[in-house]
């Protein structure tokens, strides 16, 4: 649920080249943009909105509990698995980050990082219809999916909302930010218990939600600055940017170790984070281009995961043998 500001030639270049995402609902992008007060810029602000970047923060999880939940590979593509992934993939993220850049609405003015990657809320009808649709499709899942899914699609939905909407508001509360986090964990685990027809393991929802806690303090390190300006409590400005650098490599470690208490493997793939935090935090690397990186690393350490729990059932050397 974080941006960052781009400083390099390149993407300043891009920026310049794309329409204005600040221009008010309903009026013309007068900066050489294309008019995004069309049905076409619209959409297209609905696809910013939705951070297709981090579309598979929630999609990667339904992959990863499917096959580590599946008994046979013939359980891998159902009409169930797909709607989860397909819900997950798009119309989840319109809600999950709608909601939050409507109550963020005031704060983003001041933030620049919304000025190039991300949009500030432009809430007309259609993204306001968009958002509630979104919802309601959420709450369609409990019909495709057994009660022992409902907990976790019910967690997601709540803590989505209460992320950034009051009374809650979860993004302004220390530790409670980081904590609410989770929420990335739980389509994971409600896919899993579908078509398992069980629990998923406790240390794995254990070790997944620490990670979670870490990616979201790691990623609210760019965002210190505005947040303070705009008066928003957070983990990371409470302890600032060498203390939060520790407090990602503690719940990094400790997501390991969960793992690696359900398979070793898992354990040493998960890894790779406490590393890579170190590594920023030593080097001159820059956390707001490190960030950026986040998609690429998880999206390797995602495939990873899934194809692990798909060998399974359908050995690796069934494919190349």
Same mark, same amino acid.
């Given at each position: 649920?974080?941006?960052? /500001? ?15 995402? =600040? ?81 963020? /609405? ?127 409590? =957070?983990?990371? =400005? ?84």
């Amino acid at each position: 649920m974080r941006s960052d /500001a781009v400083n390099d030639r390149d993407d300043a270049r891009r920026g310049a080249a794309e329409p204005d995402a =600040t221009a008010p609902a309903g009026e013309p992008d007068t900066t050489g943009g294309p008019d995004r007060s069309g049905l076409v810029g619209r959409l297209r602000y609905l696809l910013v909105l939705s951070r297709p970047r981090f579309w598979l923060y929630l999609a990667g999880p339904v992959a990863v509990g499917v096959t580590y939940g599946i008994g046979d590979v013939s359980e891998l593509f159902t009409p169930v698995t797909v709607s989860l992934a397909g819900y997950f993939l798009v119309p989840a993220n319109v809600f999950l980050y709608g909601i939050n850049d409507l109550f963020d /609405a005031d704060v983003d003015e001041l933030n620049p990082k919304k000025d190039d990657r991300e949009a500030r809320w432009q809430g007309d009808r259609l993204t306001v219809t968009a958002v509630g649709l979104a919802a309601g499709l959420g709450v369609a899942t409990f019909a495709i999916t057994p009660r022992l899914a409902w907990p976790y699609l019910a967690g997601f939905l709540l803590l989505s909302a209460g992320y950034s909407a009051p009374p809650l508001r979860f993004k302004t509360t220390p530790l409670a930010d980081s904590v609410s986090n989770g929420l990335y964990v739980l389509p994971g685990a409600a896919a899993y218990a579908t078509v398992a027809g069980t629990q998923p393991p406790l240390a794995a929802l254990v070790g997944a939600w620490l990670w979670t806690m870490g990616m979201h303090t790691f990623s609210a390190i760019p965002d210190i600055e505005p947040d303070r300006a705009a008066g928003i409590r =957070t983990t990371a =400005t409470v302890l600032g940017t060498p203390r939060t650098y520790l407090y990602c490599l503690a719940c990094w470690a400790a997501a390991a170790a969960a793992f690696a208490a359900v398979d070793v493997r898992l354990g040493l793939l998960l890894g790779v984070y406490p590393v890579f935090v170190t590594w920023v935090a030593r080097s001159a690397v820059s956390v707001d281009r490190a960030y950026w990186w986040f998609p690429a690393l998880n999206t390797a350490v995602g495939t990873l995961l899934a194809m692990g729990g798909l060998w399974r059932v359908y050995p690796v050397w069934a494919v190349v043998g």
